[in-house]
């Protein structure tokens, strides 16, 4: 199975900041993962696909980048929405995995 | 614009069996592929499994192989989850999730295998 690890696993930051959320993965699959927003209480949010590909309808503050190993997420200014819990997701083979997660708090 | 909502969770005996329901509603999800992904109260994501547009090709987390089958009943929009054997760790938020989003390369069309819509979610708690 391919292991994601996500850091930092918490983030405390102010609005206006940016931030930047990295993925590493156990083996190198290229471009396929994702990442998601969830909110308390909520389903997650598709935010970024094929590593790059901003989701329809999301905010283009985010950004995703990386390839083989190595992905990040970065906000570029945050936004009050913005404070949830991140996680990134390799489709690339089965099982698929997500990283732990990274809760973004407010500073 | 497709919709999920998922149903059939509640409170099971260890041992016991439930099983859960996803109808989707807008456009027509018998082209996606369909999966299932759980979340332990105050943990993180977890797949389940997944099944291809057709049901022909299913495939699951190993913590749930022998004991959960997945399918889907393309004439009624509805995919199911049965799971049988229920143990307390499996005590979670069910969500289900359809593809991603298609895109173009190269001129070619591809369909992301990201979750690209969720439902809300359906609690299964296994307790005695």
């Known amino acids: 199975d391919i292991q994601m690890t996500q850091s930092p696993s918490t983030l405390s930051a102010s609005v206006g900041d940016r931030v930047t959320i990295t993925c590493r993965a156990s083996q190198s699959f290229s471009f396929w993962l994702a990442w998601y927003q969830q909110k308390p209480g909520k389903a997650p949010n598709l935010l970024i696909y094929?590593?790059?590909r901003l989701q329809s309808g999301v905010p283009s503050r985010f950004s995703g980048s990386g390839s083989g190993t190595e992905f990040t997420l970065t906000i570029s200014s945050l936004q009050p929405e913005d404070f949830a819990t991140y996680y990134c997701q390799q489709y690339y083979i089965y099982p698929n995995t997500f990283g732990q997660g990274t809760k973004l708090e407010i500073k | 614009e497709v919709q999920l909502v998922e149903s059939g969770g509640g409170l099971v005996q260890p041992g016991g069996s439930l099983r859960l329901s996803c109808v989707s509603s807008g456009l027509t999800s018998s082209n996606s592929v369909m999966s299932w992904v759980r979340q332990a109260p105050g943990k993180g994501l977890e797949w389940v499994s997944t099944v291809s547009d057709g049901g022909s090709s299913t495939h699951y987390a190993d913590a749930v192989k022998g004991r959960f089958t997945i399918s889907r009943d393309n004439s009624k929009n509805t995919l199911y989850l049965h799971m049988n054997s229920l143990r307390v760790e499996d005590t979670a938020v069910y969500y289900c999730?359809?593809?991603?989003?298609?895109?173009?390369?190269?001129?070619?069309?591809?369909?992301?295998?990201?979750?690209?819509?969720w439902g809300q979610g359906t609690m299964v708690t296994v307790s005695s």
């Open positions: 999730a359809n593809d991603g989003p298609q895109y173009s390369e190269g001129g070619v069309y591809y369909t992301s295998r990201s979750f690209g819509v």
């Open positions: 094929r590593a790059s």
